[in-house]
């Protein structure tokens, strides 16, 4: 219903604001709920949600800014989808964090017996503001910027995330203006991002429940460490696309090959974004709420920056040395999990955040 560009500014942040909250919590949820096999499975869903919802919505919008409906049914139907997934998370979805249920569970006891000295641990511990603040707004940075797994796994992750937002443009460029097409046929490229999406999660599960599960079936725990080999396999299949995406980019080349080069991308940034997920949720458990918070804000603000140079940057360079530039700053990223492969557990003895 907005009437001019500052409101629409206005509702988008208060949107992103609230919006921010699950993905916030997310690792501390799933550390609780699960173990780390099923934690695998969990965390997969969740990060191809993740990248499935904001890459078919380009698919969904461009169909219906070119109807009837008008651009603005693109917000209505966003609206529409929120309010229903929030409603049956709101009734069922459960409070998971172990000393809040201990101290529901004391209290229901203590009425039940009339004891009154019956309690949780987290019944002595005062309400303080000033501990609140440090926990959920300065904690996190603190994190980031003294764990050296966090800031390069968090930086890694940022970039991808801010990639996959520069899709957004980049694409239109690359086949709506390039190659001539309309706004809804121009957007179905972005299907094969979802195949390689969906692929990535497939084999993430394959991983997870054949050596990650031997390898806990055998020590009856499995180092963080496991999570890097898929992550390791994503960090070479995406600039493979990056790279195949620049260099059939040519109107005078067939299409079908600089499409098919999307499904490579989306695997890849599947499989470095989820393992990347699960590391920090596994190498920091009691404090992955704090750790996800501060991977979440960095990589939000990597993911609304990088379009904003997109346009540009592509319309200079063009679409294969533009994507290829963005090609060779990810080849610079991929030793980050080999690195944390071969020394995680050493750095992690010398963290006092990690569990």
Not at 12 to 38: C, H, M, N, T
Not at 165 to 175: R, S, V
Not at 235 to 258: C, E, H
Request: glycine share 10%; with cysteine; net charge positive.
């Amino acid at each position: 219903v907005a009437q001019n560009l500052e409101t629409i500014f206005i509702c988008r942040f208060l949107g992103g604001f609230a919006a921010s909250a699950p993905l916030g919590i997310v690792g501390g949820l799933l550390a609780d709920i699960f173990g780390p096999i099923d934690r695998g499975i969990a965390v997969a869903v969740f990060a191809s949600a993740t990248f499935v919802g904001p890459v078919a919505g380009p698919i969904v919008g461009g169909f219906i800014t070119m109807s009837h409906l008008g651009w603005r049914w693109t917000a209505w139907i966003t609206l529409i989808m929120a309010g229903f997934f929030g409603l049956i998370g709101f009734v069922v979805i459960p409070e998971t964090l172990a000393p809040v249920l201990l101290s529901r569970r004391a209290k229901k006891i203590r009425f039940a017996t009339k004891n009154w000295a019956i309690h949780a641990k987290a019944d002595e511990n005062e309400v303080n503001m000033k501990e609140l603040a440090h926990r959920y707004l300065l904690k996190p940075f603190q994190m980031l910027a003294m764990e050296p797994i966090l800031l390069l796994v968090t930086l890694y992750m940022g970039f991808i995330y801010g990639f996959l937002y520069l899709c957004f443009e980049a694409y239109p460029i690359a086949f709506q203006q390039e190659r001539g097409w309309n706004a809804g046929v121009g957007a179905l490229p972005f299907a094969a991002i979802i195949v390689g999406v969906a692929f990535g999660s497939i084999f993430i599960c394959f991983f997870t429940k054949t050596r990650f599960a031997r390898k806990m079936k055998e020590h009856g725990e499995v180092v963080p460490e496991e999570r890097m080999i898929p992550m390791i396999v994503g960090g070479a299949l995406l600039p493979i696309g990056m790279f195949w995406f620049a260099w059939t980019s040519n109107p005078n080349i067939i299409w079908v090959p600089q499409v098919i080069s999307g499904a490579f991308i989306g695997a890849g940034v599947l499989l470095v974004f989820l393992q990347g997920l699960n590391y920090i949720i596994d190498v920091y458990k009691v404090n992955a709420n704090s750790a996800i918070a501060a991977n979440t804000f960095f990589r939000s603000w990597l993911g609304a920056g990088f379009p904003m140079f997109a346009t540009s940057m592509f319309n200079t360079l063009g679409v294969p040395w533009a994507m290829s530039l963005l090609g060779f700053l990810t080849l610079a990223l991929f030793p980050v999990p080999i690195l944390f492969f071969i020394y995680g557990e050493k750095i992690r003895k010398l963290s006092k955040f990690s569990a």
